[in-house]
């Protein structure tokens, strides 16, 4: 009978044992694929305008993953641009340029660019190449440029010479004005849309007097736009028939915008850009459209004092896609198409600047449906992503990292 009794009592605690660890387990899951990823308080008590605006549940990449630091040489890298090859075009902020191969290995500085304002904020931003690049080698960027007027977002052309060593031949084409004595908010990332123009974002140059521009149609100040190779407005931008507007204004009322990428399926234009204390935003770009900063924000003050009235929402203003509360800090982004991890295809990857790693979004019907962080434990402000032409994420940070993330 005891030994009945035993047994019985073994099997009913190995029973008991294995629920809790199926219990655990479930817990588990629960908690890495439905949890939100942030768990700090959030700066406000704002109420999103809908169901998954903020802290969306959080997912988990199920592809064994692996990141390997590339180089750590760069003098804070900005942009990077994939070249045809496969190496890396990568922008430094004091003024110089990078091609990064595959291992790794850097190139000698290349010259060439106009004198940037590289105090603050400011210096060699964003960069592209030429659809044409195989024919034409030419390259765009976004760099802060001073003036007797004070300081702007200059956008710029030159030939990448066969030697690779300088840009030739560089002309300025198009300044974002007023120009402003200051050093903060000059955005900047520059893409080529698929009609062949150039579409890229400026910032309202941070300050109370500047802020105002952002809603302002006769400003260049917290932007975006879209303009030919020579700087001129482009062909069916929204503003072209408005006499009080620039014709080269593609949307409007943003606040600091370092990221911009096009949806590989849709093709439509994607942006994100800095709130204040909390507010960061991700906007699905239509031309004309007006995306509210300053008048409205999920954000508040760095004092913390409230932000036009403490207005999140008004008639004939965009909503954020998403936004995070406290912030992000995000900058560069990519949509990945690479075919190589196929639960990230149409995902979106951000660098994350104050929150030191990268955010993937996974978005569907253009809402955001899950959130993951990746290389947070590295400790890095990461300024850029981009996928490469091996499929895999490259990832640059303020520190001088190049990192490369792919499939093990």
Known sequence: ???????????????????????????????????????????????SAFAGQTRIGGVKTKT????????????????IAPLPDGRLLITQKSGTLRIADASGELSEEI?????????????????????????????????SLKTKEGNLTAVAKGRLANDERTIENTKIIYEATPAYQGDLHYGSRILFDTNGNIVFSTGERSDIETRPQAQWLNSSLGKIIRITVDGKPASGNPFTNDP???????????????GLAFHPITGDLWENEFGPRGGDELNRIIAGKNYGWPTITYGIEYNGN?????????EGMEQPVYYWDPVASPSGMTFYNGNK???????????????QHIIRLVIKNNKVIGEERLLANEGQRFRDVAQGKDGALYAITDSGRLYRIFKK
């Open 111 to 143: 010259t060439g660019i106009p004198e940037v304002n590289d105090q603050g904020q400011g210096g060699l931003l964003g960069v592209t190449i030429d659809p044409d690049f195989t024919q034409n080698r030419m390259v765009y960027y976004t760099f």
């Open 244 to 258: 009080k507007a620039r014709p080269e204004l593609y949307s409007y009322g943003h606040r600091n915008v370092q």
């Open 64 to 79: 064994a993953i692996e990141s390997k630091i590339l180089s750590t040489t760069l003098k804070k890298p900005w942009g």
């Open 306 to 314: 409230t932000i036009g009235g403490e207005k999140t929402q008004k």
């Open 341 to 355: 991890i196929p639960e990230w295809e149409n995902n979106l990857f951000i660098g994350g600047l104050s929150s």
């Open 1 to 47: 009978m005891k030994v009945v009794i035993s047994i019985l009592s073994f099997s009913l605690t190995m029973l008991l044992t294995a629920c809790k660890e199926q219990q655990r387990k479930v817990q588990t899951v629960q908690t890495s694929e439905g949890t939100p990823v942030e768990t700090k308080a959030p700066n406000s008590n704002y109420k």
